[in-house]
Nanobody, 128 residues
Framework: QVEPVESGGGSVQAGGSLRLSCTAS????????MGWFRQAPGKEREGVVAIASDGSTSYADSAKGRFTISKDNAKNTLYLQMNSLKPEDTAMYYC??????????????????????WGQGTQVTVSS
């Protein structure tokens, strides 16, 4: 297994919560800038939140105050806790890695996107 494996998606009502997991096999989550992207139907894939090797985080405006990224280095697993979900959060969620850097700085979203390190994703559907 080389690609990451995302899980934890599902269908919830607006205001609900979900916790996504990503088991990274190719890369060590403690060593790189890791993150989550999402892609809604008919829209481009966009970065949501990222975490650096030192645990520092970066959030897209849409995620601030509602989503929390974390990681378990021992399990080599990335998590995304999503609270106060909205219908506009409906999308396929993917984990990603910028394996050129330990810290999430200067163009890391694009480097993650270009890395091609994509799993099957996990679907999140939020109903109103």
């Amino acid at each position: 297994q080389v690609e990451p494996v995302e899980s934890g998606g599902g269908s919830v009502q607006a205001g609900g919560s979900l916790r996504l997991s990503c088991t990274a096999s190719r890369y060590t989550v403690s060593s790189y800038c890791m993150g989550w992207f999402r892609q809604a139907p008919g829209k481009e894939r966009e970065g949501v939140v990222a975490i650096a090797s030192d645990g520092s985080t970066s959030y897209a405006d849409s995620a601030k105050g509602r989503f929390t990224i974390s990681k378990d280095n021992a399990k080599n697993t990335l998590y995304l806790q999503m609270n106060s979900l909205k219908p506009e959060d409906t999308a396929m969620y993917y984990c990603a890695a910028d394996v050129t850097a330990r810290y999430c700085r200067g163009g890391f979203w694009q480097r993650m996107f270009d890395s091609g390190y994509w799993g099957q994703g996990t679907q999140v559907t939020v109903s109103s």
